[in-house]
């Protein structure tokens, strides 16, 4: 290559990373833009636009002799991605969030051993850190690919939901484990055979499904937030094998992002990381029976009654559980939230950290039913104010309002942050049954005296109480 | 890769990885969830490799799969950023 040629790629070279610097700045401006909904929408544009330039930059690449398949797959990819994100449904997030979590595991795990197929036929020699860094796209992206298929499956109902454990599962996984670390090890050591890596990716995909299954419904939060870090650590180590800043830079702080989440859902949960990897429940301690708490305790109300409270109430909040989703309650809620403000009573939603199936899933739904971000006051900030709210509605929510979880030490789901509804004026509770929530225990709440159950479901319930207030003033 | 070049790509992996904490922590869990789509979007980040590979002709089976790669990465990519862009567009003031 004459000299003026090699400046000019190097040029170029230069120039690509100097975008990729620009990119990475985006990227990070663009999460940080995600402190507050007034700068989001800009923030997660900032984020595109530094992966439309990356994407720009990178077609410059001195080493692409033909654009055919990178024009067709980015552009299939393209209608395919758009298609999926203006039909999916906000109940569904989680699976959307789920797949694509999947897909971009499945493509560090092709990019590794395609970038090793393509040196090896260039006649390139592969050194050992790379060949680390290959098998580790491996391995993390055959497990994000598999991990969030299962994922996926459970959350779409495809699968049973339920933590799926069986005898020696742990002995099953380590096996499994150890034969990826063997595998790595013979890749590393011999970088000239291409077969190996794809075993080891089957293998990764086994590993994956294995760690998702003892995974059960009430932890799916965690799960979808830890496969987010992983399909981020996976474009990092792709970063590693490329010797990609960019890659490097995008995957670690989306593995970050995953990890932060994790914690949080954990905390939220009172479940540790451990048990949740690992299906295991608490040993449930001797509670009373459901017939103890309920029995001749449970005062059961009509929606004229529930309509009557509202006739001296100042202050409102309603707790939304999943169940409010379920039965499509959010438009129903924001008619009423609607009605009781233009009767000079304020209204506010409390938002209890798994309130939907993924972190911040309920704010979404509430937020598609055109309720403001305001009203939306996190678990922290709410719980000292509930001794001067008048009226609580809870709707499809159980154990998170569990008095049980501050007052008994030896139940299941002590020390695990609570709504406490129970320290305001009144509290309505709308359900279908008296059946407990996920932790299998009965709820004191219920019983209490300032308590009034309205049975029936959710929607159908909140529009009989926005009728009743009507018709009653 | 030498050792210079890991030491470097190490020094920014940790590095990125705190200031991913530090501006995490900071959002609100109000956009917990378009925080980990938009995240999730930027985890596509993959298809640069993918297009590389799909491009630089070394051999045929390494442009499928490059290829196939570029294809998973972008609806990665675009549908983690569309999606977001229809969520956060909710979100609105009283």
């Known amino acids: 290559m004459p000299p003026e040629a090699t400046t000019a790629t190097e040029n170029i070279q230069w120039m690509i990373d100097l975008v990729y610097l620009l990119g990475a700045v985006l990227f990070i401006l663009g999460i940080k833009g995600m402190g507050h909904p007034r700068t989001a929408v800009r923030a997660n544009l900032m984020g595109a636009a530094g992966m439309a330039l990356a994407i720009a930059a990178t077609l410059l690449d001195k080493g692409i002799v033909n654009f055919t398949w990178i024009i067709l797959g980015l552009v299939l990819g393209s209608i395919i991605g758009t298609v999926m994100a203006w039909r999916v449904q906000m109940t569904g997030m989680p699976q959307m969030v789920a797949l694509l979590n999947g897909l971009g595991g499945a493509a560090s795990m092709i990019v590794g051993g395609t970038e090793q197929i393509s040196r090896i036929t260039a006649g390139q020699t592969i050194d050992i850190a790379s060949m680390v860094a290959i098998a580790a796209s491996a391995i993390i992206g055959g497990v994000t690919l598999t991990g969030s298929l299962i994922a996926w499956a459970k959350l779409e109902e495809v699968m049973s939901g339920r933590s799926v454990v069986f005898k020696g599962q742990q002995l099953v996984n380590l096996l499994v484990f150890m034969l990826c670390m063997a595998l790595s090890a013979w890749i590393v050591i011999t970088p000239s055979l291409l077969v190996p890596y794809w075993i080891l990716a089957v293998v990764a995909c086994v590993l994956g499904i294995l760690l998702v299954l003892p995974i059960g419904g009430a932890d799916m939060p965690v799960a979808i937030a830890l496969l987010n870090s992983y399909s981020g650590l996976a474009a990092a180590a792709t970063g590693f094998v490329l010797n990609n800043a960019m890659l490097i830079v995008a995957g670690s702080l989306v593995g970050a992002s995953g990890i932060i989440l994790t914690q949080i859902m954990c905390k939220a949960m009172n479940r540790s990381l451990f048990n949740v990897l690992f299906g295991l429940m608490q040993a449930a301690g001797k509670g009373p029976s459901a017939d103890e708490v309920y029995a001749g305790k449970i005062k059961s109300v009509s929606a004229d009654e529930v309509a009557m409270l509202f006739d001296s109430a100042r202050r409102c909040v309603i707790v939304p559980g999943y169940g409010l989703a379920v039965s499509q309650a959010q438009h129903a809620v924001r008619d009423l939230t609607n009605l009781l403000e233009s009767r000079g009573c304020t209204v506010d939603f409390a938002l209890h950290p798994v309130a939907g199936r993924m972190p911040g899933h309920m704010n979404v739904l509430l937020a598609e039913a055109n309720i403001p971000y305001e009203k939306m006051i996190e678990m922290d900030v709410i719980n000292p104010q509930f001794d001067q709210v008048d009226v609580v509605i809870v709707i499809g929510a159980n154990d998170v309002v569990n008095p049980e979880a501050r007052n008994n030490p030896t139940s299941p789901i002590a020390g695990m942050p609570i709504l406490d509804v129970d320290k305001a004026g009144t509290v309505v509770v709308v359900k279908r049954s008296l059946s407990p929530g996920f932790a299998g225990i009965p709820n004191p709440l219920f019983a209490a005296d300032n308590t009034l159950m309205y049975f029936g479901d959710g929607q159908q319930a909140v529009m009989d109480i926005v009728k009743a207030i009507k018709e009653s003033s | ?94």
């Open chain 2, 1 to 94: 890769m030498d050792a210079h070049l890991l030491i470097s790509n190490l020094t920014i992996f940790v590095l990125a990885i705190f200031v991913g904490f530090e501006i995490i922590t900071k959002v609100p869990p109000t956009l917990h969830t378009p925080l980990m789509s938009g995240s999730n979007a930027i985890s596509g980040i993959t298809v640069l490799g993918s297009i590389v590979l799909a491009g630089n002709g070394h051999s045929t089976l390494a442009a499928v799969l490059g290829f196939a790669a570029v294809v998973l990465a972008m609806i990665n990519v675009v549908g983690g950023f569309v999606v977001t862009h229809r969520m956060l567009g909710m979100f609105k003031r009283k």
